[in-house]
């Protein structure tokens, strides 16, 4: 009787992460081996902050998850240490977060990832990482607007100092 009790828990298991591989904007697949438990720490901590999910999962059931999911591209990949980090708002934060972790941590390596439903390349990703967070694209677009603006304002008033002067 334990044993089919443990099969309907890794069944729900199995559902659950299908879920949150078909609903998450984006994710990233992580070898995390050599961390030790103060670098794990201040990883999660981090990763909190961005709004990204973090799990470590069986290696099976990661596999029948992303199957489940549409994901077959990940097979070969799921070996040794994973973890995986989900974002289901922000696409670039897990990938933005775990790439500057890794920078200072040279055992800790991204795998994979995925974004709005399908797999990426590792140079995908890493492009992924390197484009500015929503805070800072949205400033950056803020400050076009801005200066747009303010270049018609004094152009408009250069047009109405001329006219003031020939009248």
């Given at each position: 009787?334990?044993?089919?009790?443990?099969?309907?828990?890794?069944?729900?298991?199995?559902?659950?992460?299908?879920?949150?591989?078909?609903?998450?904007?984006?994710?990233?697949?992580?070898?995390?081996?050599?961390?030790?438990?103060?670098?794990?720490?201040?990883?999660?901590?981090?990763?909190?902050?961005?709004?990204?999910?973090?799990?470590?999962?069986?290696?099976?059931?990661?596999?029948?998850?992303?199957?489940?999911?549409?994901?077959?591209?990940?097979?070969?990949?799921?070996?040794?240490?994973?973890?995986?980090?989900?974002?289901?708002?922000?696409?670039?934060?897990?990938?933005?977060?775990?790439?500057?972790?890794?920078?200072?941590?040279?055992?800790?390596?991204l795998k994979a990832g995925f974004m709005d439903g399908k797999a990426m390349t590792m140079e995908?990703?890493?492009?992924?990482?390197?484009?500015?967070?929503?805070?800072?694209?949205?400033?950056?677009?803020?400050?076009?607007?801005?200066?747009?603006?303010?270049?018609?304002?004094?152009?408009?008033?250069?047009?109405?100092?001329?006219?003031?002067?020939?009248?």
């Amino acid at each position: 009787m334990a044993s089919e009790k443990i099969l309907q828990q890794k069944q729900q298991m199995v559902a659950d992460l299908a879920e949150k591989f078909r609903t998450a904007a984006a994710g990233v697949f992580v070898d995390y081996c050599g961390l030790t438990v103060a670098e794990d720490t201040e990883l999660r901590n981090k990763l909190r902050e961005a709004g990204v999910e973090y799990t470590v999962v069986k290696n099976t059931i990661t596999k029948r998850a992303a199957h489940d999911a549409g994901f077959s591209d990940f097979d070969e990949i799921l070996n040794g240490p994973t973890a995986l980090a989900f974002s289901f708002d922000d696409v670039v934060a897990p990938a933005k977060t775990l790439a500057d972790f890794a920078k200072t941590h040279e055992v800790f390596t991204l795998k994979a990832g995925f974004m709005d439903g399908k797999a990426m390349t590792m140079e995908e990703l890493d492009t992924l990482a390197k484009t500015p967070s929503k805070e800072t694209l949205y400033a950056m677009l803020a400050g076009g607007l801005n200066a747009t603006i303010a270049g018609l304002a004094r152009a408009l008033n250069a047009v109405a100092e001329q006219q003031g002067e020939t009248a």
